[in-house]
């Protein structure tokens, strides 16, 4: 299986802020990479495919970049409402894997 | 507005089956491939199977003895049983759809939508 390490584990943030989240997979998976928010008591929320698509709906402050093994997430002036964790996935090959989420949460 | 709902035991006994159900409204079966998820803190994440709208299925090589994901058409539902079950089933439930997204000369089958989720404890 193809492992999906994320970094860091939990992030500390102000309402405005620039971030930046990391998925590293074990091998490469070319361009076939997800992430996802979730809130607390919530179903995952999709928000960008093919690495750097986003999901129709999805704010334009969020983007995605990265092909092979190394991803990157970033959403480029936090809104209250992103506080959430986040997690990335892999459809490249079977099983799909996930990273063990990143929490962003209020500084 | 496409939209899943889970349904099912919320406690199920060890050894015994733990079945589920997801009801799609709004949207057919057809063209998607339909996705059983689970999450739990020891596991995080972890994808359980699916079933493709023709009845083809594809499961978790860690699960694939136990499990089994059916559809029907019908009803526009689709279904996860798991057997002999233990504690270690314990966990959120989710079902999702998969979606094929065209990227120029290639195409992605991806996530786009999922239901709220059912806790499902063995015990």
């Known amino acids: 299986d193809i492992q999906m390490t994320q970094s860091p584990s939990s992030l500390s943030a102000s309402v405005g802020d620039r971030v930046t989240i990391t998925c590293r997979a074990t091998?490469?998976?070319?361009?076939?990479l997800a992430w996802f928010q979730q809130k607390p008591g919530q179903a995952p929320r999709s928000l960008i495919h093919?690495?750097?698509t986003l999901h129709s709906g999805v704010p334009s402050r969020f983007s995605g970049s990265g092909s092979g093994t190394d991803f990157t997430l970033s959403i480029s002036s936090l809104q209250p409402e992103d506080f959430a964790t986040y997690y990335c996935q892999q459809y490249r090959s079977y099983p799909y894997t996930f990273g063990q989420g990143t929490r962003l949460d209020i500084k | 507005q496409v939209q899943l709902q889970e349904s099912g035991p919320g406690l199920v006994k060890p050894s015994e089956t733990l079945s589920l159900t997801c009801t799609v409204s709004?949207?057919?079966?057809?063209?998607?491939?339909w996705s059983w998820i689970r999450q739990s803190p020891g596991r995080g994440l972890e994808w359980i199977g699916y079933?493709?709208?023709?009845?083809?299925?594809n499961y978790n090589p860690s699960l694939k003895d136990r499990v089994t994901i059916s559809r029907d058409m019908t009803k526009n539902q689709f279904s996860l049983k798991l057997t002999s079950v233990t504690a270690a089933d314990t966990a959120m439930y989710y079902c999702?759809?998969?979606?094929?997204?065209?990227?120029?000369?290639?195409?992605?089958?991806?996530?786009?939508?999922w239901g709220q989720g059912t806790m499902v404890t063995v015990s």
């Open positions: 709004g949207g057919s079966l057809t063209d998607y491939y």
């Open positions: 079933v493709y709208y023709s009845g083809y299925t």
């Open positions: 999702a759809r998969e979606k094929r997204f065209y990227e120029s000369s290639s195409y992605h089958d991806a996530f786009d939508l």
């Open positions: 091998q490469d998976i070319t361009n076939s």
């Open positions: 093919a690495a750097s």
